[in-house]
């Protein structure tokens, strides 16, 4: 079997009402600049949509800002990639998330969630492992 | 022998004496990429400067104040955000609020509302978290029942088409308060600002946000003299990553946007520039925000007088609200934040504004619970009470320091201005991606000086402790069976109305988005009082005159 070389690549979204993208778009310059493919989109996406996104692009981890309790949506998003086949995809969320929906998020399946003040050489080695756990994942399948 | 002590001064000792004392120093530069000295004095700035700098308040530059008597003549509005819930949930905790001492109200709706949608179109699992769910004029009677509307002055977050102004109409209406005693702004109309940070206020196409913008002040105008139509805001864009100098340059190239807007549709300038107010960050970088509103007040005065031509005190008033800045409060030991808060306002205060919210110290963690709120309120109550800030007009004036640091903002807000002037003006600056892209490389900037720890942010990359995991009671999340009940109530006030009249209404709003000679305000309003909602108002001006997706840049 021969190893799949592609950079990770990343979905970075929002999901839900709100619109504020400053966060969403340092992270994904970060991610960048440390040689990832980054898929970014515009907010409000609906989780059809966002499934349908990774699907077609073949991300291996997707990441949710969320800053305006959004990620209420996140258990939905988790259940729609396991009905859709895409359970090895590992998901990310950054932004304002209060500790006791943190622990609902990781009962879900969320990989990890950054608040503010997280540090970029916190996140972006994160994202690259878990972007190649992702990839050993499915190649051992 | 000793050394004589000699009276006079001698630079080139203080020289030496400051360089042994701080070798290996790295030069200071603000937010704004201004270079901070260690000392100012006469070489700076001087008191002949005084007529052409600072005047006196009320008058000339308009430097020092926008009236004569600023705070002991009227202290400055508390106007704390609120919102969440239901319109039941909103009056009871507002009522509450102006117990505590805030003076002015301010309604923040839900995000449903701001995205354009009534409560039946979106999922129920995020109404009312972020802010109040209202949708008709009926629910905003509910919100306002037993507040005196001409009384109290009312802080609005309502987008264009204005609904939510719309729906206080009727309610005045209804309870016998005529227009032209109502008072307040209409905040988030500066739909510029919307498309470049804040995409969650935008609602329709630039165009037909640039329309609806100048009927609504038209409208204003004529039927609500008190209600200040426009809040150009400069808090989004330094929220979003500019800085303060930067963010101070683009509201004020929004400003002539917009007035040079009213102008080409033929109203008059010397009328509605007075019902111009502006809103702003107040980041923790206390002389440069200092610095930044005495400049941006200067600078304002002189767009007026010598851009716009009017030569009117009242159209000068560099009116503005200022919100305590959200980014620069950390998750990492939040109590720390009452006091970075405290800061911020106290800038903000000696910068001279008009009225201010103070961010409650847990909105970095969740919606704000109830104490923290409180201690918002105190903060400033606290200021002005015990600390005095009320009771010197500009009391930093004539200072070296202050003085030379506003007239170099001010030179560097000018370079912001005509960056936007070469790109034609804010509206194409911002169509381009200009702003955008700007607001960005400054985010970039900033985070790269955290990320180094050149920026110490005390908790995060400096003073750490070992934390326990949040202890706060969480602010409550509506109950569902509430929102249920809530949704129930909706459907069933929807399902009395005679269809065909509210069909009618909203044929008028299309018929009006295609004749620009009918002032599109003013059938929002008739659509408001004959019980449309704000999903069908809004969803319906959406079709005619089209949605603006924000430019995605990453």
Redesign the interface.
């Known amino acids: 079997m021969t190893t799949d070389l592609r950079p990770p690549k990343v979905l970075?979204t929002k999901i839900?009402?709100?619109?504020?993208?400053?966060g969403?778009?340092?992270v994904?310059?970060?991610l960048r600049d440390a040689g990832m493919e980054?898929v970014?989109?515009?907010?409000?996406k609906s989780i059809p949509e966002v499934i349908a996104t990774a699907q077609e692009e073949d991300v291996d981890v997707i990441g949710i800002s969320s800053l305006?309790?959004?990620h209420?949506?996140v258990p939905?998003l988790m259940a729609a990639l396991r009905e859709n086949g895409l359970d090895h995809v590992g998901v990310v969320v950054g932004g304002?998330v209060?500790?006791?929906d943190e622990r609902d998020l990781l009962a879900v399946g969320v990989a990890r969630v950054f608040?503010?003040?997280a540090?970029?050489?916190e996140i972006v080695p994160f994202v690259d492992r878990l972007a190649k756990n992702v990839r050993q994942r499915r190649q051992g399948l | 022998m000793s050394k004589t002590v000699s009276a006079n001064s001698d630079r080139a000792e203080w020289q030496r004496e400051f360089d042994a004392q701080t070798e290996g120093q790295r030069p200071r530069t603000n937010r704004s990429g201004i270079p901070i000295k260690p000392l100012y004095g006469p070489e700076d700035w001087t008191s002949d400067r005084h007529e052409a700098d600072l005047g006196l308040p009320g008058q000339g530059p308009m430097t020092r104040g926008i009236y004569a008597s600023m705070y002991r003549g009227r202290p400055w509005s508390q106007r704390q955000l609120v919102g969440l819930g239901t319109a039941f949930d909103y009056n009871d905790r507002q009522r509450r609020m102006a117990g505590a001492g805030a003076s002015a109200l301010s309604l923040c709706p839900c995000n449903s509302v701001y995205r354009g949608y009534d409560m039946d179109e979106v999922d129920p699992l995020l109404l009312g978290t972020c802010g109040v769910v209202i949708n008709t004029a009926e629910q905003m009677s509910t919100a306002l029942d037993g507040i005196a509307l001409e009384r109290i002055s009312i802080g609005l977050n309502d987008p264009t088409p204005f609904t939510l102004f719309a729906f206080v109409l009727a309610h005045a209406k209804k309870t016998g308060t005529p227009w032209d005693q109502i008072s307040g702004t209409s905040n988030q109309s500066d739909y510029l600002s919307h498309f470049v940070a804040n995409h969650m206020f935008l609602r329709l196409s630039l165009e037909g946000s640039r329309r609806v913008l100048v009927d609504h002040i038209d409208w204003c105008a004529k039927h609500a003299p008190k209600w200040n139509a426009l809040s150009v805001v400069g808090q989004h864009m330094q929220q979003a990553g500019a800085t303060p100098a930067q963010a101070m340059g683009f509201t004020l190239a929004s400003g002539i946007q917009y007035a040079e807007d009213c102008r080409a549709r033929g109203l008059d300038l010397a009328a509605v520039l007075p019902r111009f107010t502006f809103f702003f960050d107040i980041s923790i970088s206390v002389f440069e925000e200092i610095a930044k509103f005495r400049a941006g007040r200067r600078l304002w005065a002189k767009i007026v007088r010598e851009r716009l031509g009017i030569n009117d005190p009242r159209a000068a008033r560099f009116k503005f609200h200022a919100q305590t800045s959200g980014v620069d409060l950390t998750r990492q030991q939040p109590l720390n934040n009452i006091v970075r808060v405290a800061v911020q306002a106290m800038a903000g205060v000696l910068g001279g504004l008009q009225s201010m919210h103070t961010d409650a110290y847990d909105e970095v963690l969740s919606s704000p619970v109830e104490e923290a709120a409180r201690i918002a309120v105190a903060t400033q109550n606290i200021l002005r009470e015990e600390a005095h800030l009320d009771e010197v007009v500009d009391p930093l004036g004539g200072s070296y320091y202050v003085e030379a640091l506003t007239n170099q903002m001010e030179a560097e807000i000018e370079k912001t201005l005509a960056q936007v002037d070469r790109a034609g003006g804010m509206f194409e600056a911002v169509k381009g991606g200009l702003v955008q892209r700007l607001c960005g490389e400054s985010a970039l900037a900033w985070q790269a000086e955290v990320e180094s720890g050149r920026q110490k942010v005390v908790g995060v990359n400096g003073w750490q402790i070992d934390e326990p995991p949040d202890v706060r009671k969480p602010q409550e999340r509506p109950d569902p069976a509430t929102i249920d009940r809530y949704l129930k109530e909706f459907a069933a006030f929807k399902a009395a109305r005679a269809p065909a009249t509210i069909a009618k209404a909203l044929d008028e709003l299309s018929r009006a988005a295609e004749d620009d000679r009918i002032n599109l305000f003013g059938k929002v309003v008739e659509a408001a009082m004959i019980g449309c909602t704000h999903g069908e108002i809004t969803g319906r001006l959406r079709r005619d005159l089209g949605f603006g997706n924000p430019l995605v840049m990453a």
């Open positions: 970075m839900g009402l709100d619109g504020h993208d400053r969403g778009r340092v994904a310059t970060y980054v970014f989109t515009g907010p409000w305006a309790s959004d209420l949506l939905k304002i209060p500790d006791r608040h503010p003040g540090s970029l050489d």
